[in-house]
């Protein structure tokens, strides 16, 4: 287990490279807005373009502007500074990162709750009312934009209603360190718009599993030893059933905790998602780097958890 660690952790950093590197040749690639016109204002003077462009390093070869990215990045852990407003990238980013952090993770923890509580329930009771009412429902939970239930969630509950606060402009973010009560209340709407999509799919996946596990012969051997239902679904059809989930479920927090644009822009909420959101349309490519490889990171980070929590989940998984 060990060496297979050591390994992934190695091919971690090569995929990481390659995202930085993939990343900077589509930036130069694919038409974009010049940085530096951009940064010039409306009616730029060539000279004071041509200036920004020298004081940015725009007018180095794009491989020689990849080469001195990677170096700051490797010996001082430096991503450079924003084109936008000339502030650290890596400040700016640990800045939002809280936010994303907050709503991702309070995200999954309902969206796996919910999900597989329905899944199970709905497996257990085949065709009854309470599974046709369930899986007709994450049908329209899946069909659902996040957008739209976002919009529809204020519209309903904090404009009419005014049961959850509605967040009124920017700022209304509040880190769990200065408020948890206000941080709490401010997350709970995007918590269940967010988890309500991802909810009904693991609803849906987990049934067919679980389906599919309990007609198995070692469970109706564990039947016929006399075990009670309850255990045999607990302890031997869940284990199984539960695997793929925790594959899913590893890859979605992964990408969520790389920021959720269409959530936090919805909700007013200061993350990854709207930095990396802004940072396209101004076209800065050091923000664009500083949010690609993070989001990266989380997402092969969690593949790894994820490959190591199989050998505990399922005994017959094992890492040479």
């Given amino acids: 287990m060990t060496r297979y660690i050591i390994r992934r952790m190695l091919w971690v950093i090569v995929l990481l490279f390659m995202v930085s590197l993939i990343t900077f040749v589509i930036f130069y690639l694919l038409p974009s807005a010049d940085p530096a016109q951009l940064r010039a204002g409306h009616q730029p003077n060539p000279a004071l373009v041509a200036s920004i462009r020298h004081q940015l390093g725009l007018d180095k070869p794009w491989y ?57 329930i709905s497996a257990v009771r085949r065709r009854s009312l309470f599974d046709r009412a369930a899986m007709g429902t994450a049908l329209v939970a899946i069909s659902a934009p996040v957008y739209w239930l976002g919009l529809l969630a204020l519209f309903v509950f904090a404009s009419d209603i005014g049961v959850l606060p509605i967040l009124p402009g920017s700022g209304s973010y509040v880190p769990l360190s200065q408020d948890p009560a206000k941080w709490f209340g401010s997350l709970i709407m995007p918590w269940f718009v967010l988890a309500a999509s991802f909810a009904a799919i693991y609803a849906r996946l987990l049934r067919a599993n679980l389906i599919e596990t309990m007609s198995e012969d070692y469970i109706r051997t564990a039947r016929a030893k006399g075990l009670p239902e309850r255990t045999v679904i607990l302890r031997h059809g869940m284990r199984a059933a539960i695997t793929p989930i925790v594959t899913v479920a590893g890859l979605d927090i992964g990408v969520l905790l790389g920021g959720v644009i269409l959530t936090e822009t919805v909700f007013n909420i200061p993350g990854i998602g709207r930095l990396a959101y802004d940072s396209i349309l101004n076209a800065d490519l050091p923000m664009i780097q500083g949010t690609v490889l993070i989001g990266a990171f989380f997402i092969v980070i969690l593949n790894l958890i994820v490959d190591i929590a199989y050998a505990f989940i399922d005994p017959r998984v094992r890492y040479a």
């Fill in 64 to 120: 020689v502007q990849y080469l001195d990215y990677m170096k700051a990045l490797v010996l001082h852990f430096d991503f450079g500074y924003s084109y936008t407003n000339n502030i650290p990238v890596k400040q700016q980013i640990f800045s939002r990162l809280p936010a994303t952090v907050s709503l991702a993770l309070g995200a999954a923890v309902v969206w796996l709750v919910i999900g597989i509580a329905v899944g199970m």
